[in-house]
């Protein structure tokens, strides 16, 4: 797939498949191209050449109900100047399920109920969206996310705006969700420790194209970070969090 700006080339030749059941992490310095590939798996855009393909079909062939049904997205930046209240605001993720002139059902109703329960956002139920913190707002809109019940959820930058309480709180979330229902989640992420600890595979971008990816244990690695960010680190087993960190020489 590639994609351009007004003649500048921003994806460059950019191959990958993406595996059901797995959270896979993009990283990248700024301006490599990260929010781009999301827009574009999300059907935001639309390459200037090659193919997605979701499924065995190609995603241009998608209504945008039917996308709004497998892929869900929480963006890196959520605008709204009209004063919904924050249940208003997560019952949109029950629309595409919801018939054209059709009223939430029982169901919608109980979904966003315990959606909003699980991320802590149901204090906020009547309060107006307008009204919320920057990071109060940001966990209305991954509630919305996850009351859309799709199969794949797209997250860009997604917990940039939340304190580590509320980012764990609704990574794990997701992560659970996708175990226990082999969904997807792909995910642009800044906080390289934070991806080590969450992400099954990681993607390393720069410049528009990939610079390594593969199984985090095998490209998590001092030479990948020196290649992609041209800074000296340290990566090393963390037995507390299960997982690989990053320690960086100031």
Known sequence: VNFSYSG????????????????????????CGKTTLLDLLAKHRQPTAGR????????????????????????????????????????????????????????????VHEIMEKTEVSEFAGRFITELSGGERQRVVFARALAQDTHVLILDEATSNLDVNHSISLLNISEKRMKQQGRTIISVMQDINLAAIYCDYLVFMSKGRIAIHGATKDVLNSDTIRKVFNIDSKVYAEPYSDSLQVVFKK
């Not at 500048?8 to 301006?31: A, H, Y």
């Not at 029950?94 to 059902?105: D, E, L, V």
């Open 52 to 111: 997605i393909a979701y499924g065995s079909r190609d995603l241009r062939t998608y209504s945008t109900k039917e996308l709004s049904k497998e892929i869900a997205l929480v963006p890196q930046n959520f605008y709204i100047n009209f004063p919904f209240t924050v249940k208003e605001v997560v019952m949109m993720g029950r629309y595409p399920h919801i018939p054209r002139f059709s009223a939430p059902t029982a169901d919608d109703v109980d979904i």
């Open 8 to 31: 500048k080339k921003v994806i460059d030749d950019i191959s990958l498949s993406f595996v059901p059941g797995n959270f896979c992490g993009i990283i990248g310095p700024n301006g």
